[in-house]
């Protein structure tokens, strides 16, 4: 799912081609995307668009008359820019689920995949778009002192704590491996037990991880015109998708939790002590068998 990094961009790459442009048709492919009735979502037609805008994990659009269009592209959904007005994305339903057309070129979204999750809502008025949004705090603003009445406001876990978008805005499972490997920190410390220094660590890391990122897929973005390649799978992540692979900075191969259609990446080593915590499917299969420390997983394998 893009997290704030990716929506950071996609925003920035959307002021350069549709900010104070009027967009002049909206065609829908997918009866199942749109999620709102009144106002219709022809309403936004011949209106130019004055505001982008993040809500959490989604993109906003603005325009003059009060109406946003508010995209969630949740897991597998994407943005398109089609450059001039002659050859424009046929929304076939299937993979390309809508265009917004401007004189000079269209905005698509697709989706890949049978399960079609991603959205637009259409919403007026500034309490109305509100609504939408989870309420998390930006962590990149946040004051310390922000952050850890966040963070400690109910005793979950660090991972689910990272990934609650009401408690912090824009961050999922993948850059949540990544700052938590950063902060060598366990995805399973719960956050009402972190000493003050471990708070101000995570805080620190959150920005790092983030701020790191926003500049990666910019200059990606420069490069190829306009942020083609979203994708929570990069070559360059430390620990996220990174089962197997030895962790960059201690060399020990990184482990993982599964979980429903996720898994949480981890260096056992810098994060956990060497602990290795349990995996769902593995630990069902094994038993009394599954190994606590790196040490027994060896000994296991031999």
């Known amino acids: 799912m893009p997290e704030l990094p990716d929506i950071t961009v996609y925003l920035e790459a959307l002021s350069d081609r549709v900010l104070g442009h009027t967009i002049e048709r909206v065609r829908v492919g997918s009866p199942f995307l749109v999620r709102t009735v009144a106002p219709p979502i022809g309403a936004i037609e011949s209106q130019p668009i004055t505001t982008l805008r993040r809500v959490g994990?989604?993109?906003?659009?603005?325009?003059?008359?009060?109406?946003?269009?508010?995209?969630?592209?949740?897991?597998a959904g994407r943005l398109h820019w089609h450059p001039g007005a002659t050859r424009r994305p046929k929304t076939d339903g299937r993979r390309t689920l809508a265009a917004f057309d401007f004189p000079h070129g269209s905005l698509s979204l697709t989706e890949a995949g049978t399960k079609k999750r991603a959205s637009i809502h259409v919403v007026s008025g500034e309490s109305s778009l509100e609504h939408l949004d989870p309420g998390g705090i930006d962590v990149l603003t946040a004051s310390l002192t922000e952050f850890t009445a966040q963070l400690t406001l109910r005793n979950h876990t660090l991972k689910r704590a990272l990934t609650d978008p009401r408690l912090l805005s824009g961050i999922g499972n993948a850059y949540s491996d990544e700052i938590l490997h950063r902060a060598r920190l366990s995805p399973i410390a719960h956050t009402q037990k972190l000493s003050g220094a471990e708070i101000a660590r995570l805080q620190?890391?959150?920005?790092?991880?983030?701020?790191?990122?926003?500049?990666?897929?910019?200059?990606?973005?420069?490069?190829?015109?306009?942020?083609?390649?979203?994708?929570?799978?990069?070559?360059?992540?430390?620990?996220?998708?990174?089962?197997?692979?030895?962790?960059?900075?201690?060399?020990?191969?990184?482990?993982?939790?599964?979980?429903?259609?996720?898994?949480?990446?981890?260096?056992?080593?810098?994060?956990?002590?060497?602990?290795?915590?349990?995996?769902?499917?593995?630990?069902?299969?094994?038993?009394?068998?599954?190994?606590?420390?790196?040490?027994e997983l060896e000994d296991l394998k031999r």
């Open 57 to 75: 994990k989604r993109i906003a659009l603005g325009a003059p008359n009060g109406l946003w269009v508010v995209i969630h592209l949740m897991i």
């Open 204 to 295: 620190a890391c959150c920005r790092e991880v983030l701020e790191e990122w926003i500049a990666r897929l910019r200059a990606e973005a420069a490069t190829s015109g306009f942020p083609e390649h979203v994708t929570a799978f990069r070559r360059e992540m430390a620990a996220h998708g990174k089962f197997g692979e030895p962790c960059p900075a201690c060399g020990e191969k990184i482990q993982r939790i599964r979980y429903a259609d996720n898994e949480t990446n981890y260096c056992a080593r810098c994060q956990t002590g060497g602990k290795l915590l349990a995996d769902r499917a593995l630990s069902r299969l094994l038993g009394a068998d599954w190994p606590k420390t790196l040490a």
